[in-house]
């Protein structure tokens, strides 16, 4: 099975989705955002295929690096992107994609959702 996930290390939920996965003897492909962030084109890509808004995976929880990129809730999905783009950071995880679909996948059990 083809697993894509996009983690965090220092996150305990993407941690533990990809435990759940490798649990199950598979090899995901892991995406380390913060290493490799996603431009904006990536990001468009990864919502589309979410089949959600921008403002449902972006982090607001990082309220600092929120107020440093100057974003609500309310704006435009093209400035939340930019946003994400210029602070991975602020990218919600664990994303995880299988050919069951694609989730954000909080809490982590719910990557067992898409094995």
């Keep these: 099975m083809s697993v894509t996930i996009y983690h965090n290390p220092k996150c305990e939920t993407s941690r533990n989705a990809l435990a759940f996965i490798r649990e199950r003897n598979i ?5 380390e955002y913060l290493r490799t962030p996603l431009d904006k084109a ?14 449902d995976i972006v982090r607001w ?15 435009s999905e093209a400035a939340l992107i930019e946003a994400m783009a210029a602070h991975p950071i602020l990218l919600n ?3 995880v994609i299988t050919p069951k679909g694609a989730k954000l996948c909080r809490p982590s059990e719910t990557v067992k959702e898409l094995l």
Excluded at 27 to 31: E, F, G, R
């Design 27 to 31: 090899t995901p492909t892991v995406i």
């Design 42 to 55: 990536a990001l468009k890509a990864l919502i589309a295929t979410l089949g959600v808004s921008a403002k």
């Design 61 to 75: 929880k990082e309220k600092e690096t929120v107020a440093k990129a100057g974003i609500g809730e309310s704006d």
């Design 93 to 95: 995880r664990p994303i």
